[in-house]
C-alpha cells in the first residue's frame, strides 16, 4: 500500500489518512478522561454524604491508588498491545473506561468506591498507554515530532470537556433528580463519552500498525523482558526521564496553581472561594492553556527540523528557568505573572511532546508498544510525586515549592540531554531467543 499523508504528515504505509482522524478524535476524549475525575468527583463525594473533612484525604488516596496501577500495568499492557494490536486494547480500555465512570456514582459506601475505581484505572491504563503508543506508530519519522505536536494540542482542547460537564449536576436537579441522582446521571454522560470513543477506535483505528506478526510475536514474558532491557538505551532512558518529569510538571501546575491563586484570593484578597475561581484562577489557567496550544504546536514543528535529543534539551532548559522562576513570584496576580504562565503553558507541553518524539523515534517497531508501556511508567511515577511530595512542600515550605522542586529535576534532565547530544541515537532491532 503506498504511503498516504494528511495535515501535513507522512503516514506509515499501513496507516489511511481515515486512521489517522479517528485516532485525533479519540485522543480528544481520552483526554478529556485524565481531568475527568479531578473535577466531577468532589460533588458526588458531597452527594453521598461523606464528611468534608474526609474528601481531601479520599480523593488523594483514590488518585494515588490510580497511579499504582499504571505504574504496575503500563509496561503489561504495551506488551499486549504489541501481541493482539493496537486497536483492540485501545477500544477495549476506552469501553471499561466508560463503564467505571457509569459505575462509579452507582457507589454505596468507600469500599464500592475503590473497588470501582479500580476498574477505571485499568481502562484508563490501556488508553493512556496507546494514545501515545498509536501516535508513535502512525506517522513516517520525518514528520514524528509534528504529530506529537498535534497530539498535545488535540489533548490540550480535550481538557476543555470536563468543566463542559460540571452544569449538568444543576440541570438535572432542576428536571426534579435529587442530588445523588443528578451526580449518577452526570457521571453516566461522562461513561458515555467512552462508549462512543470505543466505537471510533474500533471501526477507525488501522489495525496493523505497531503489531507484531503471528510468526514472529515472541512469548509475553520474552516481549516485556526484552522491553525492559531496551529501556537501557541511553537515549531511551533519557525519554523515560523526560517523561517523569514533563508529567510531574503537568500534575504539579494542574494539582497547585489553582490552589494557589484561590488560597491568595481568600486569604490575602478577602475574596469568597467561587469569587477567587472565577476572578484569578479561571484567567490564569485559560492563559497557560493557551501557551500550552502554542508550545505543542511549536515543539512538534521543532522536533522535526533537530536532533530529538536537542529537543528534549530545549525543552527541559525551558522548564528549568520558568518553573525556577516561580520562587520569585510572592504574588500570583500581579500583572507580570501572566507571562510567566504563558511561558509555563509552552515549557510544560513542549517537555511533553519532546519526551514522546524521542521515545517514539528510539522504540523499534517490534517492542514499541511495550517501551512506551515503560515510558508511561515512569510519567506516572512522577505525577505520583508531583502530587504526593508536591503537596507535603504546599503546605509546609510555601506554595512555589512545588514548581520549583520539577525547575530542579528538569535541570538534571537539561544537562542529561546535552551530554546524551554526543551519542548516537539508533537502537538496533532486537533479536528474540
Known amino acids: 500500500m503506498p504511503a498516504q499523508s494528511t495535515l501535513g504528515i507522512q503516514l506509515v504505509p499501513e496507516v489511511r489518512p481515515v486512521h489517522l482522524w479517528a485516532y485525533?478524535?479519540?485522543?480528544?476524549?481520552?483526554?478529556?478522561?485524565?481531568?475527568?475525575?479531578?473535577?466531577?468527583?468532589?460533588?458526588?463525594?458531597?452527594?453521598?454524604?461523606?464528611?468534608?473533612?474526609?474528601?481531601?484525604?479520599?480523593?488523594?488516596?483514590?488518585?494515588?491508588l490510580q497511579e499504582l496501577v499504571f505504574i504496575l500495568l503500563l509496561g503489561p499492557i504495551g506488551a499486549l498491545a504489541d501481541r493482539v494490536g493496537r486497536r483492540l486494547v485501545y477500544s477495549v480500555g476506552l469501553l471499561l473506561t466508560g463503564l467505571g465512570y457509569a459505575l462509579y456514582a452507582q457507589a454505596g459506601s468507600v469500599s464500592e468506591l475503590v473497588a470501582l475505581?479500580?476498574?477505571?484505572?485499568?481502562?484508563?491504563a490501556a488508553v493512556v498507554g496507546m494514545m501515545v503508543t498509536v501516535i508513535a506508530d502512525y506517522p513516517q519519522e520525518q514528520d514524528?515530532?509534528?504529530?506529537?505536536?498535534?497530539?498535545?494540542?488535540?489533548?490540550t482542547f480535550g481538557a476543555f470537556i470536563p468543566p463542559m460537564l460540571l452544569p449538568l449536576p444543576a440541570?438535572?436537579?432542576?428536571?426534579?433528580?435529587?442530588?445523588?441522582?443528578?451526580?449518577?446521571?452526570?457521571?453516566?454522560?461522562?461513561?458515555?463519552?467512552?462508549?462512543?470513543?470505543?466505537?471510533?477506535?474500533?471501526?477507525?483505528l488501522s489495525g496493523q500498525a505497531g503489531r507484531i506478526a503471528a510468526a514472529a510475536q515472541p512469548p509475553l514474558r520474552v516481549l516485556l523482558k526484552e522491553g525492559l532491557r531496551s529501556t537501557r538505551d541511553?537515549?531511551?532512558?533519557?525519554?523515560?526521564?523526560?517523561?517523569?518529569?514533563?508529567?510531574g510538571v503537568l500534575a504539579v501546575t494542574g494539582a497547585f496553581m489553582s490552589?494557589?491563586?484561590?488560597?491568595?484570593?481568600?486569604?490575602?484578597?478577602?475574596?469568597?472561594?467561587?469569587?477567587?475561581?472565577?476572578?484569578?484562577?479561571?484567567?490564569?489557567?485559560?492563559?497557560?492553556?493557551?501557551?500550552?496550544?502554542?508550545?505543542?504546536?511549536?515543539?512538534?514543528?521543532?522536533?522535526?527540523?533537530?536532533?530529538?535529543?536537542?529537543?528534549?534539551?530545549?525543552?527541559?532548559?525551558?522548564?528549568t528557568v520558568v518553573y525556577l522562576s516561580l520562587f520569585m513570584v510572592k504574588d500570583p496576580t500581579a500583572p507580570w505573572v501572566f507571562a510567566l504562565l504563558t511561558c509555563m503553558g509552552i515549557a510544560e507541553i513542549s517537555a511533553f511532546v519532546a519526551s514522546q518524539a524521542l521515545v517514539g523515534q528510539q522504540a523499534p517497531a517490534a517492542l514499541r508498544g511495550v517501551i512506551i508501556?515503560?515510558?508511561?511508567?515512569?510519567?506516572?511515577?512522577?505525577?505520583?510525586?508531583?502530587?504526593?511530595?508536591?503537596?507535603?512542600?504546599?503546605?509546609?515550605?510555601?506554595?512555589?515549592?512545588?514548581?520549583?522542586?520539577f525547575g530542579a529535576i528538569n535541570a538534571v534532565v537539561f544537562v542529561w540531554a546535552l551530554l546524551q547530544r554526543r551519542q548516537p541515537d539508533a537502537l538496533p532491532e532486537p533479536a528474540y531467543g
Request: aromatic share 6%; proline share 3%; with cysteine.
Open 24 to 64: 485525533l478524535l479519540v485522543a480528544i476524549i481520552s483526554s478529556a478522561y485524565a481531568g475527568a475525575l479531578a473535577v466531577l468527583q468532589p460533588g458526588l463525594l458531597h452527594a453521598m454524604g461523606i464528611a468534608p473533612g474526609e474528601q481531601a484525604t479520599l480523593t488523594g488516596n483514590l488518585a494515588a
Open 373 to 405: 508501556g515503560f515510558f508511561g511508567v515512569a510519567g506516572a511515577v512522577g505525577i505520583l510525586v508531583g502530587t504526593t511530595l508536591g503537596g507535603v512542600m504546599f503546605r509546609d515550605i510555601g506554595p512555589s515549592a512545588p514548581f520549583v522542586l
Open 171 to 204: 440541570v438535572f436537579a432542576a428536571g426534579g433528580m435529587t442530588e445523588l441522582g443528578a451526580q449518577q446521571a452526570t457521571f453516566a454522560v461522562a461513561g458515555s463519552l467512552g462508549a462512543f470513543a470505543a466505537v471510533i477506535a474500533a471501526v477507525g
Open 234 to 247: 541511553p537515549a531511551i532512558a533519557l525519554a523515560c526521564a523526560a517523561a517523569f518529569t514533563s508529567r
Open 259 to 319: 490552589l494557589w491563586l484561590v488560597q491568595h484570593g481568600t486569604g490575602v484578597l478577602g475574596m469568597s472561594g467561587s469569587e477567587a475561581m472565577s476572578k484569578l484562577a479561571m484567567p490564569r489557567v485559560l492563559v497557560i492553556v493557551t501557551g500550552a496550544l502554542v508550545g505543542a504546536l511549536l515543539m512538534g514543528f521543532l522536533s522535526d527540523r533537530m536532533r530529538r535529543v536537542t529537543a528534549v534539551a530545549l525543552a527541559s532548559g525551558l522548564t
Open 117 to 124: 475505581r479500580l476498574i477505571v484505572a485499568l481502562g484508563s
Open 144 to 155: 514524528r515530532g509534528k504529530a506529537n505536536g498535534l497530539q498535545g494540542m488535540v489533548a
